[in-house]
């Protein structure tokens, strides 16, 4: 068994099963490259302070250049003995370069060190998400362009509604992932702010430069206060509110895309390299990476309940307990970056159905509303005039016809109002063009959303 780094208090060696219990090595591990990033600014700062000297900084920043070069290789052999991240780089550099090793972890704790490299692997990973969802974004515009004149079903209750322009409809997600990037500014700036030089929970009596290292590894800003340094995860929990609220975005898309890709809508159809088949019937093409996606939201919510319910009721500063913080918010990281990227192929794959889109448009009575709103302009009141528009859409019903189908006599029969121009007025190019309302459907009107859209993604990629 591996020689613990803290074993001088102890009489007996850890228990295997305690071992196998505590360690984190098989999730921190992915950590390496800010741990030893970090430990590079650390062993900096020491010499530079004259807490050790700069022959030992030297040795122990080339050390860890070789041990860094060794994980990427895959060739650094990570022992669950010696538990977690730090003290399997820390060991091997004792190793492979003596006591010079041994002097790094001087003025540092693996409570205030492990708040580091999380800040340090958060950072990096926040712009990775925000680079996926601009990815995205591009995706939706490019298709909202693509298909700016098609006209599609708008629904309320899972009703049809108001006829609108598709592009209207794949822009109103490019907005809920424009707020998902600003959240996820925000977890960055909670994200960038250097932990280390807490200690343990109370400081170092030694004559450290916090400053020195917070420059070396560009942060932001330091902790104020040590204890607060130690125990904070707000950042954790505020990534996984972002990465639970983006889920729910691409959750809603999704169950869209299902609704749309089957027999009673078909509205798009998905590209082969998205969908798989049935075992048994040959006929099926099924949208298992939307279903997935779906699927996959509720596993990052209850990691954000998860950590929540970890950290309501401990106590300052430091507790073992933080140590379920990782495996979640990595698990929630790869689930998320992984969605993002698929619906990005998803989108861009993705064949419009623009006839069956049409036919929708024009068997429904979405355009009842427009009917209403006609006459409004002719000084009748909504409320009379939505009374006459559902007449007639009861009319139509027991017929068995929609409302283009009636005849100008037809329309008189309920209000002397109607003109020969009503048939114009109930269709579907004249009722998306009429809502030209800023942020309405009309074809100006998304037009400038795309504009806009377009410009954003050029200011942020």
């Known amino acids: 068994m591996n020689k613990k780094l803290w074993g001088g208090r102890f009489e007996k060696s850890t228990d295997e099963m305690i071992n196998d219990f505590q360690a984190s090595i098989a999730f921190d591990k992915r950590m390496y490259r800010e741990d030893i990033e970090g430990s590079v600014a650390h062993a900096k700062m020491l010499a530079a302070q004259g807490i050790i000297s700069a022959d030992d900084a030297d040795k122990i920043c080339?050390?860890?250049?070789?041990?860094?070069?060794?994980?990427?290789?895959?060739?650094?052999?990570?022992?669950?003995?010696?538990?977690?991240?730090?003290?399997?780089?820390?060991?091997?550099?004792t190793e492979a370069i003596g006591a010079a090793g041994g002097r790094l972890h001087t003025a540092r704790s693996r409570n205030d060190q492990v708040a580091l490299d999380t800040h340090l692997y958060m950072r990096r990973q926040v712009r990775k998400v925000q680079r996926l969802i601009l990815d995205l974004q591009a995706a939706l515009v490019a298709a909202a362009e693509k298909n700016r004149d098609v006209i599609f079903p708008g629904y309320t209750h899972l009703q049809r509604a108001q006829p609108i322009l598709f592009a209207h409809h794949l822009l109103a997600y490019f907005s809920m992932l424009q707020r998902d990037f600003d959240r996820f500014d925000g977890v960055y700036a909670r994200a960038?702010?250097?932990?280390?030089?807490?200690?343990?929970?109370?400081?170092?009596?030694?004559?450290?430069?916090?400053?020195?290292?917070?420059?070396?590894?560009?942060?932001?800003?330091?902790?104020?206060?040590?204890?607060?340094?130690?125990?904070?995860?707000?950042?954790?929990?505020?990534?996984?509110?972002?990465?639970?609220?983006?889920?729910?975005?691409?959750?809603?898309?999704?169950?869209?895309?299902?609704?749309?890709?089957?027999?009673?809508?078909?509205?798009?159809?998905?590209?082969?390299?998205?969908?798989?088949?049935?075992?048994?019937?040959?006929?099926?093409?099924?949208?298992?990476?939307?279903?997935?996606?779906?699927?996959?939201?509720?596993?990052?919510?209850?990691?954000?309940?998860?950590?929540?319910?970890?950290?309501?009721?401990?106590?300052?500063?430091?507790?073992?307990?933080?140590?379920?913080?990782?495996?979640?918010?990595?698990?929630?990281?790869?689930?998320?970056?992984?969605?993002?990227?698929?619906?990005?192929?998803?989108?861009?794959?993705?064949?419009?159905?623009?006839?069956?889109?049409?036919?929708?448009?024009?068997?429904?009575?979405?355009?009842?509303?427009?009917?209403?709103?006609?006459?409004?302009?002719?000084?009748?009141?909504?409320?009379?005039?939505?009374?006459?528009?559902?007449?007639?859409?009861?009319?139509?019903?027991?017929?068995?016809?929609?409302?283009?189908?009636?005849?100008?006599?037809?329309?008189?029969?309920?209000?002397?109002?109607?003109?020969?121009?009503?048939?114009?007025?109930?269709?579907p190019e004249t009722c998306v063009a009429a809502r030209n309302s800023l942020g309405g459907t009309s074809p100006a009107q998304v037009d400038i959303q795309i504009a806009a859209a377009r410009k954003w993604l050029d200011e942020h990629r």
């Open 192 to 427: 960038d702010i250097m932990p280390l030089g807490a200690g343990a929970l109370a400081g170092t009596t030694l004559p450290i430069d916090r400053n020195f290292v917070a420059r070396e590894l560009d942060f932001g800003a330091l902790y104020s206060n040590s204890l607060d340094a130690v125990s904070d995860r707000d950042y954790l929990l505020e990534f996984l509110s972002a990465a639970s609220i983006l889920m729910v975005h691409l959750s809603r898309l999704s169950e869209e895309i299902i609704l749309w890709c089957s027999r009673e809508f078909s509205f798009v159809e998905l590209d082969d390299a998205h969908c798989t088949g049935s075992s048994m019937m040959p006929q099926k093409k099924n949208p298992d990476v939307p279903e997935l996606v779906r699927g996959k939201t509720g596993r990052v919510i209850g990691h954000l309940m998860a950590l929540l319910t970890t950290v309501k009721a401990l106590p300052l500063a430091y507790n073992k307990d933080l140590q379920e913080d990782k495996e979640g918010v990595f698990d929630a990281l790869d689930t998320v970056k992984f969605s993002l990227a698929v619906f990005a192929q998803i989108v861009a794959g993705m064949k419009i159905r623009r006839d069956n889109m049409r036919r929708a448009v024009e068997e429904d009575f979405s355009n009842a509303t427009d009917l209403a709103d006609y006459l409004v302009k002719k000084n009748l009141p909504f409320r009379q005039a939505h009374e006459v528009a559902g007449k007639l859409v009861h009319h139509c019903i027991e017929r068995g016809c929609y409302l283009k189908d009636l005849t100008l006599d037809d329309f008189k029969k309920f209000s002397p109002l109607f003109d020969a121009d009503i048939h114009d007025a109930i269709k």
């Open 62 to 93: 080339a050390g860890l250049q070789k041990i860094l070069a060794a994980i990427d290789a895959g060739e650094f052999k990570f022992s669950v003995a010696l538990e977690d991240i730090h003290m399997n780089v820390e060991a091997a550099l």
